[in-house]
């Protein structure tokens, strides 16, 4: 079974400083996704990357936030200066073709972020 | 702005039993639904999906339903095991625009009680 795999799986950082989470997606996947999830709220779509660019973003996907494919297999999400309110589960995600219609997505375990 | 609802933030069912998990939405322009479960430690996997121009589909134990008058779906479990005790989020797309991203609601976190 394929698997989207993700470092750190916790990082303690303090409020202001930069956070780099790492995601490695499935090998022949094409499209790249960042997700979050706030303790007890909804899983919620930050980002969306394909062919080297940002293909969707959210309104979540401020300045603070950026997105790299540094070397072809790693796919990073950068905070610049964190907020307490970034404190979430970052979950990276891939998949072979565009859409959801009959095109798995697959998520990696997640990346908790607690800002203190 | 939930455009994705689950009401239910948990719901308990005896070993054996149907589970139903509910879901509403509020974006008509939603044609296509997922639904994932998510142990804890791990990220969310797929299991079922339906599309608008359908209102049900089946895959083993697992059963969606959807009533697009009502933008209501939902995720028949039978019979429950304990095993099926996770997270489930519906999630939504709207597919006629190509890759949007999906929307998730909240979950609805399954207890199978053996």
């Known amino acids: 079974e394929p698997e989207v795999t993700q470092t750190p799986s916790h990082q303690v950082t303090q409020m202001g400083q930069e956070v780099i989470l790492r995601c490695v997606p499935i090998?022949?996947?094409?499209?790249f996704y960042w997700y979050r999830q706030i303790l007890g709220q909804k899983v919620e779509f930050l980002v969306s990357f394909y062919n080297n660019e940002i293909s969707e973003k959210s309104e979540i996907f401020d300045d603070q936030f950026s997105v790299e494919r540094p070397d072809g297999s790693n796919f990073t999400l950068k905070i610049r200066s964190t907020k307490l309110e970034d404190s979430a589960m970052y979950f990276c995600a891939s998949s072979l073709q565009q859409g959801a219609a009959g095109n798995t997505i697959y998520f990696g375990e997640g990346s908790w972020l607690t800002v203190v | 702005d939930q455009q994705v609802k689950q009401n239910s933030p948990s719901l308990s069912v005896q070993e054996g039993r149907i589970s139903i998990l509910n879901c509403d939405y509020t974006?008509?322009?939603?044609?296509?639904f997922l639904w994932y479960k998510k142990y804890p430690a791990e990220g969310p996997t797929f299991l079922i999906s339906?599309?608008?121009?359908?209102d049900k589909n089946e895959d083993g134990r697992f059963t969606v339903f959807l009533n697009k008058s009502a933008k209501h779906l939902s995720l028949h479990i039978v019979p429950s095991q304990p095993g099926d005790s996770a997270v489930y989020f519906c999630?939504?797309?709207?597919?006629?625009?190509?890759?949007?991203?999906?929307?998730f609601g909240k979950g609805t976190r399954l207890s199978v009680i053996a």
């Open positions: 339906i599309s608008s121009i359908k």
């Open positions: 999630a939504a797309s709207v597919l006629s625009s190509g890759n949007t991203p999906l929307v």
């Open positions: 090998s022949n996947h094409l499209y």
């Open positions: 974006n008509s322009m939603f044609d296509y």
